[in-house]
């Protein structure tokens, strides 16, 4: 596992840390003692909520993805409350097999499907419904935790950037989060946008007005935010890469053997400066695919987040080793070097290319 940063824990002493995490004799007492050493924030130690966001195509199926196994292992009680949503572009199939091809329904379902994930249309309904999801269930002193991978875990990371610009809207409000997202994406910098400056204070007003105060992110835990969230959206949403300093501890785990274009990583700071204390991005072996299919970023990622408040229960049995593969295969040769030529990475002065 190569690591972003030295003062990382080396892989033997995090494996050995892990381990005695999922001890299931010590397990509660070891939760105690590794949140009370977690870093100050100030964020009480209330009751914990816990949103979930899974990859494009990711549901719960036979093979499940890191989220859907991080969701499987958290204590689900009155003081820890949970929500998973499935990726972009996943929808309900029929099960009588080939016969359900000939419907008309299951060919327009499958377009639809094809269409999200190439454009991440239905990105917005997934956030807001996570958004509501907050709004309702929301106490004074609970701790918010957001978890997703690759689109998913840019979702989590604009539903931070909503707590921190428009805030969370009161219980019963459901009529106006629609008004608070679009409050929250008209704020972003952009030379196109002459009314910028009346949004940021209409922002203000809206979360004094209408949204609980001083309520936050604590921890936003995400597997490979990748750059490309869909084919027309060419700029990025406010508080998404502008260091993560409205959250508590913000922790990635980064791909490091992925070489597609559309694939780059969503950085905390944007690639551009350093991290602050607050944030953990560390690279781990493998591809987009692998990062999220067990092994040591789910073992890392559990770690940080139980190091945070988080409650789970111990793993039992062996954590299995994954097989990496080969992101860059034929079909994506040919659509990135042949078909669509992608720009790709450059650093020579005024022709620096950051993303497609």
Not at 36 to 42: G, L
Not at 208 to 232: C, E, K, M, Y
Not at 236 to 253: D, S
Not at 276 to 289: R, T
Request: glycine share 6%; hydrophobic share 35%; aromatic share 12%.
């Amino acid at each position: 596992m190569a690591q972003a940063s030295t003062s990382q824990p080396s892989s033997a002493a995090l494996n050995e840390s892990t381990a005695r995490l999922v001890a299931p004799t010590s397990f509660n007492d070891t939760v105690r003692k590794i949140a009370s050493k977690a870093t100050q924030c100030p964020c009480p130690p209330g009751r914990n909520l816990v949103v979930c966001i899974d990859g494009t195509s990711n549901q719960f199926s036979k093979e499940n993805s890191n989220v859907v196994e991080l969701y499987s292992r958290l204590v689900k009680d009155a003081d820890q409350l949970t929500y998973y949503n499935s990726g972009i572009g996943t929808y309900v199939k029929h099960s009588e097999g080939w016969r359900s091809w000939l419907s008309l329904f299951s060919w327009w379902q499958a377009f639809v499907h094809a269409i999200d994930m190439a454009t991440a249309w239905t990105l917005k309904s997934k956030v807001l419904s996570a958004y509501q999801w907050l709004s309702e269930n929301y106490e004074d002193g609970d701790r918010i935790f957001l978890f997703g991978f690759s689109r998913g875990a840019y979702q989590v990371r604009v539903i931070a950037g909503m707590l921190e610009l428009v805030g969370l809207l009161y219980k019963g409000n459901n009529e106006q989060i629609p008004f608070a997202y679009e409050l929250y994406t008209n704020s972003i910098s952009d030379d196109r946008r002459s009314d910028e400056k009346k949004q940021k204070p209409l922002c203000a007003h809206f979360k004094r007005t209408l949204s609980r105060p001083n309520v936050r992110a604590h921890f936003v835990g995400t597997w490979d935010t990748v750059s490309s969230v869909g084919i027309f959206r060419g700029r990025r949403l406010p508080e998404t890469i502008t260091g993560m300093k409205h959250v508590c501890y913000f922790r990635q785990a980064l791909a490091l053997d992925e070489l597609r274009v559309k694939f780059l990583p969503e950085f905390a700071n944007g690639g551009a400066a350093p991290s602050g204390e607050n944030i953990k991005e560390v690279w781990f072996a493998g591809s987009h695919s692998d990062i999220n299919l067990f092994g040591p970023s789910l073992r890392w990622m559990s770690y940080e987040a139980i190091s945070s408040g988080l409650r789970m229960i111990p793993r039992q049995g062996e954590w299995s080793r994954i097989p990496l593969n080969d992101s860059m295969s034929w079909w994506w040769r040919i659509l990135e070097y042949s078909l669509f030529p992608i720009p790709r990475l450059s650093y020579k002065g005024k022709d620096d290319i950051e993303r497609w």
